[in-house]
C-alpha cells in the first residue's frame, strides 16, 4: 500500500508532461500562421494582390478559422465526456498535422481558407479532451494548479514555437518550409502521447481523486439521468454559468487579437523584420504563462470567489493599459509597443486561462467538465472571430490605435461581467457556511 500513492504521483506527473508537450505542439501548427503571415502577405502582394486588401484576406481566413474552431468547441466537450478525453487529444492532433501539410501545398487564398478551416476545426477537440483528462487524474483542490500548468502549453509551449519557427525563418525558411516543419513536429508528439497517455488513473489499478462537491452534476440524482439533454439544461439554467461564458467571450477576443496579429503589429508600428517581429511576438505567450501560474496558484489558495476576483482585477487592469495603447503614446517608439503588449499578456493571460480551465472542472465536475469547457470555451471563440476580419478592417481604416481602442472597450466590459461573478460567488460563500 505505501507504494500506491508514489505510483499515482509518478503518472500524474507523466500525465501532465504529455499534456503539455502535445497541446503545444497544437500550438505550433496553431501560431504558424501568424508568425509567418507577413510572409505569406509579401508573397499574394509579390503576385499582384494590393497589401491591405492581402491583409483583409488573411484575416478573414483567419476569422474563419476562429468560427470553425468555434463551433467544433460545443460538441468537443460532450464527445470527450462521452467517448473519453485521450481519443479527442490523440484526434485533434492527427487531424491537425494531416491539415498543416495541406495549407503548405496549397497556392491561393481559397485553398489557404479551406486547410485553415479544417485545421482549426479538428484542433477544437484538444483542450475539452485535456480538461477530461485532469479531471479524472486530479483532485479539485488542485484543479487551478495544475489546469495553469497545463496552460503553460499554449503559452510557453507557444513562445518557444515562435521562437523556433523565427530561428527557421531567419535561416531562410519560407512559410511553406515552416509548416512542414510543424507538422513534422506534432505527428512526433502525437506518436509519444499514443503510447504513453492513459485516460485516467484506473487504468494503472488507483482510484480517480475527488471532484468538487459543488459541481453541478454532484448529486446522486444526477448519476441516474446524465444524457446530453440534462447536462445541456443544467448548465443553461445556472447564472453564473452564463457570467462565465461571458468573460470568455471578452478575454478571447483581446487574447485571439494578439495571438494572431502582433507579428503584423510589431512589422508595421515598430519597423521590425519579419524574423524580429516572430522573437519579439513570442513574449506574450511566454509572460501569459507567468500570469497562469500566479492566477492558479493563488485561485486555489484563496477559496470560493478567490478565482472570480483575479479575473475581475485582471481584466480591469488590463482594459486600462489597452486605453494607454489605443491613445497613441507607443508612437515612434520601438521598445513600448513590446513593452504594452507584454504588459496586456500579463494581465489578461491569467484570467483567460482560468475560464476553460479551473472554473470549467468547478462547474462540470469528472461528468460534465468537459462540456463546461467545450461551452465556455467556444462561446468566447465566437468573439474571438472579431479578432480576424474585423480588427483586419478597424485596422486599416482607424490605424493600430483604433484596434486597440475596441479591445480596451471588450477587456472593460468583461470586468464589468467579472464583478457580478465575483458577487455571486461572494454570497454562495455565506450561504455555505
Not at 470553425?68 to 478525453?85: E, H, M, N, V, W
Request: hydrophobic share 50%; aromatic share 12%.
Amino acid at each position: 500500500m505505501a507504494e500506491r500513492p508514489g505510483k499515482l504521483i509518478r503518472y500524474q506527473t507523466v500525465t501532465v508532461g504529455l499534456l503539455i508537450a502535445g497541446y503545444s505542439g497544437y500550438y505550433l501548427c496553431r501560431s504558424n500562421l501568424s508568425v509567418t503571415m507577413p510572409l505569406v502577405i509579401a508573397e499574394l502582394a509579390r503576385r499582384g494582390v494590393d497589401v491591405h486588401a492581402a491583409q483583409v484576406a488573411m484575416g478573414s481566413l483567419a476569422s474563419l478559422g476562429v468560427l470553425a474552431y468555434a463551433l467544433g468547441k460545443f460538441p468537443s466537450g460532450t464527445i470527450a465526456d462521452r467517448f473519453g478525453g485521450r481519443r479527442n487529444f490523440l484526434s485533434g492532433m492527427a487531424g491537425s498535422v494531416a491539415f498543416t501539410v495541406l495549407f503548405s501545398l496549397a497556392g491561393s487564398v481559397p485553398f489557404f481558407t479551406l486547410a485553415w478551416i479544417g485545421n482549426r476545426a479538428v484542433q477544437s477537440l484538444g483542450w475539452a479532451g485535456a480538461v477530461k483528462i485532469t479531471s479524472r487524474w486530479f483532485s479539485f483542490h488542485r484543479y487551478g494548479t495544475v489546469m495553469a500548468l497545463i496552460s503553460l502549453s499554449y503559452l510557453f509551449g507557444d513562445a518557444v514555437s515562435r521562437e523556433f519557427m523565427a530561428l527557421l525563418i531567419a535561416q531562410g525558411l519560407g512559410w511553406r518550409g515552416v509548416f512542414a516543419v510543424a507538422a513534422a513536429v506534432l505527428g512526433g508528439l502525437w506518436l509519444i502521447c499514443f503510447l504513453w497517455l492513459r485516460e485516467s488513473p484506473g487504468e494503472i489499478g488507483e482510484e480517480e481523486p475527488k471532484e468538487n462537491p459543488t459541481n453541478l452534476f454532484a448529486e446522486p440524482r444526477a448519476a441516474l439521468d446524465h444524457g446530453v439533454w440534462r447536462v445541456l439544461f443544467q448548465f443553461s439554467r445556472n447564472s453564473t454559468f452564463w457570467m462565465a461564458c461571458a468573460l470568455s467571450l471578452g478575454t478571447t477576443i483581446v487574447r485571439e487579437t494578439f495571438n494572431l496579429w502582433t507579428p503584423t503589429y510589431f512589422t508595421q508600428a515598430a519597423g521590425m523584420t519579419a524574423a524580429q517581429a516572430a522573437s519579439s511576438s513570442a513574449l506574450f505567450p511566454l509572460v501569459a504563462g507567468l500570469s497562469v501560474l500566479l492566477c492558479g496558484w493563488l485561485s486555489d489558495g484563496l477559496g470560493r470567489g478567490g478565482r472570480a476576483a483575479v479575473l475581475t482585477g485582471g481584466l480591469l487592469l488590463g482594459a486600462l493599459v489597452l486605453l494607454l495603447l489605443g491613445s497613441g503614446v507607443t508612437r515612434e517608439s520601438r521598445t513600448l509597443p513590446v513593452t504594452f503588449v507584454t504588459l496586456v499578456a500579463f494581465l489578461i493571460g491569467g484570467p483567460y486561462s482560468l475560464l476553460a480551465g479551473a472554473i470549467s472542472l468547478d462547474f462540470g465536475g469528472k461528468q460534465a467538465s468537459a462540456t463546461a469547457s467545450g461551452i465556455i470555451d467556444g462561446v468566447g471563440y465566437l468573439g474571438g472571430v472579431l479578432s480576424g476580419d474585423s480588427i483586419a478592417r478597424i485596422s486599416v481604416s482607424y490605424g493600430w490605435n483604433g484596434a486597440f481602442l475596441f479591445l480596451s472597450a471588450a477587456a472593460f466590459l468583461s470586468a464589468v461581467a467579472g464583478f457580478r461573478f465575483f458577487l455571486h460567488e461572494r454570497i454562495m460563500r455565506k450561504i455555505a457556511v
